[in-house]
C-alpha cells in the first residue's frame, strides 16, 4: 500500500488554502496547516478526525516560527510531498500617497513569507531529490492592479521568484 500523500499549506484557515486542505484531506492525505487564527484551523482538524492533521499556529512574517513548524512536522511525519505558499493579503496601496508602511507589510506577508516557508523544506527536497513547491500567484504580478500597487508587486516577486529555482531538482508551479 502506498504511503498516503504529505501536504503543507500556509493560509490554511480560510479561502483558496481552506479549499485546498479540505480537497487533499478528502484524498487521505497527511496535512500540516498555518495560519494565524488558530481556532480556525483546530475546527477544520476537529472536523476531518480521518486525517492526520498537525496545526501550526503561527504569523508567516515570524521566519523561526515557521522553520520550527517545518521542522516539528518533519519530524512527525517526514518531509512533505508539496510545499504551497498560500497566505496572503491584498491591501490598496499607491505609490505616491506616502504609504510606505503597508507596502512593506503586504511585501512582508506574501513574498516574504513565501521565501520563508520555502526555504526549511527546500535543502531536504533536494537531498531525498523529491517534492514541490507551490506559491499561489494571481494575475494582479503578471500585470499590476489599479490603486493595487503593493499588492501587485508582491505577486510580481512570487512568480519570478518561482520561476528561478536555484536548485534543478526541486520544480516550482505558479
Ligand atoms: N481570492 C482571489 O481571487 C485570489 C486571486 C489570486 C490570488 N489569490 C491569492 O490566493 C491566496 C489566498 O487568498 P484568499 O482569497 O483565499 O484569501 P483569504 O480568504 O483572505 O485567506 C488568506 C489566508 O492567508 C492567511 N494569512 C494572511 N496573513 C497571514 C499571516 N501574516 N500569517 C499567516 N497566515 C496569514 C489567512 O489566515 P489568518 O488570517 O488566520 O492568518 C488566510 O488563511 C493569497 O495569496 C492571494 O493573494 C487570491
Not at 484524498?27 to 496545526?55: E, K, M
Not at 496601496?93 to 513569507?113: K, P, Q, S
Request: overall charge positive; some cysteine; charged content about 15%.
Amino acid at each position: 500500500m502506498s504511503s498516503p500523500l504529505k501536504v503543507f499549506i500556509t493560509g490554511a484557515s480560510s479561502g483558496i488554502g481552506l479549499a485546498l486542505a479540505a480537497e487533499y484531506a478528502r484524498r487521505g492525505a497527511v496535512l500540516g496547516l498555518v495560519a494565524r487564527r488558530g481556532d480556525a484551523l483546530a475546527a477544520f482538524q476537529r472536523s476531518h478526525p480521518q486525517n492526520s492533521i498537525s496545526t501550526y499556529c503561527v504569523d508567516v512574517r515570524d521566519a523561526e516560527a515557521l522553520a520550527e513548524a517545518a521542522a516539528q512536522f518533519i519530524a512527525q511525519h517526514g518531509l512533505p510531498d508539496i510545499v504551497i505558499a498560500n497566505a496572503g493579503v491584498s491591501r490598496g496601496a499607491v505609490t505616491g500617497e506616502g504609504d510606505l508602511r503597508t507596502f512593506r507589510e503586504v511585501m512582508d506577508i506574501n513574498y516574504f513569507g513565501m521565501v520563508a516557508i520555502f526555504e526549511p523544506f527546500a535543502a531536504a527536497m533536494v537531498a531525498a531529490r523529491r517534492g514541490m513547491l507551490v506559491g499561489i500567484a494571481s494575475v494582479a504580478g503578471v500585470r499590476g492592479l489599479p490603486g493595487s500597487g503593493a499588492y501587485s508587486a508582491s505577486k510580481c516577486a512570487r512568480t519570478a521568484s518561482a520561476w528561478s529555482p536555484s536548485r534543478p531538482a526541486i520544480s516550482a508551479r505558479r
